[in-house]
């Protein structure tokens, strides 16, 4: 059975950096990619970029190039998302989901809330 | 980046209603199209695959069809569970996109 459970609710100041987990199950792992997708409250899916952890490529989308690092460990089989230089405008949901071509599991969701 | 819009953006049915969700993609995705549904404090869960594959668990009342540009969701007849938000994603070239949703609402 495929699970995805994600680090708790993170509360962040503007200009600081937020790096949210998910621990895959099983074979996740294997031969799959792991993305993330974030939504902003009461809007939207916006895909943030992945990783395919067998072969630790990332590929990132260009509106958050430079400022998101996707990184996973094989070992204990968690990805992580790490967001840099925070904002208001980044205060959402981060989900982490399992990418067979499209996204077949998915992660319960992070809150990221940026507030001074 | 593709844009994929849906419409409408809010339907208001009846228990028992036939559902259409129109999605249309900025450019020719030939058959990579998935719809999810979400509802409140809940992720989207994977309904349909590939334009019109179930994914596993699904009740045959949802079926997708389309191809290249045009793509349709459709519930044959809603039951209460499936008042929720729908989301279309291609995932033919990346970023992969995903439409603004549609709401499906009682009347």
């Known amino acids: 059975q495929v699970q995805l459970v994600q680090s708790g609710a993170e509360v962040k100041k503007p200009g600081s950096s937020v790096k949210v987990s998910c621990k895959a199950s099983?074979?996740?792992?294997?031969?799959?990619?792991i993305s993330w997708v974030r939504q902003v409250p009461g809007q939207g899916l916006e895909w943030m970029g992945k990783?395919?952890?067998?072969?630790?490529?990332?590929n990132y989308a260009q509106k958050f190039q430079g400022r998101v690092t996707i990184t996973a460990d094989k070992s204990t089989l968690t990805a992580y998302m790490e967001l840099s230089s925070l904002t208001s405008e980044d205060t959402a949901v981060y989900y982490c989901?399992?990418?067979?071509?499209?996204?077949?599991?998915w992660g319960q969701g992070t809150l990221v809330t940026v507030s001074s | 980046d593709i844009q994929m819009t849906q419409s409408p953006s809010t339907l208001s049915v009846s228990v028992g209603d036939r559902v259409t969700i129109s999605c249309r993609a900025s450019?020719?995705?030939?058959?990579?199209l998935a719809w999810y549904q979400q509802t409140p404090g809940k992720a989207p869960q994977a309904l349909i695959y590939?334009?019109?594959n179930l994914q596993s668990g699904v009740p045959s009342r949802f079926s997708g069809s389309g191809s290249g540009t045009e793509f349709t969701l459709t519930i044959s007849s809603v039951q209460p569970e499936d008042f929720a938000t729908y989301y279309c994603?291609?995932?033919?070239?990346?970023?992969?996109?995903f439409g603004q949703g549609t709401k499906v609402e009682i009347k």
């Open positions: 099983g074979d996740t792992f294997r031969n799959n990619a």
């Open positions: 989901a399992r990418e067979r071509d499209y996204f077949d599991y």
């Open positions: 590939k334009t019109s």
């Open positions: 990783i395919i952890p067998h072969i630790q490529v990332a």
């Open positions: 450019e020719n995705i030939i058959s990579w």
């Open positions: 994603q291609q995932y033919s070239l990346t970023p992969w996109t």
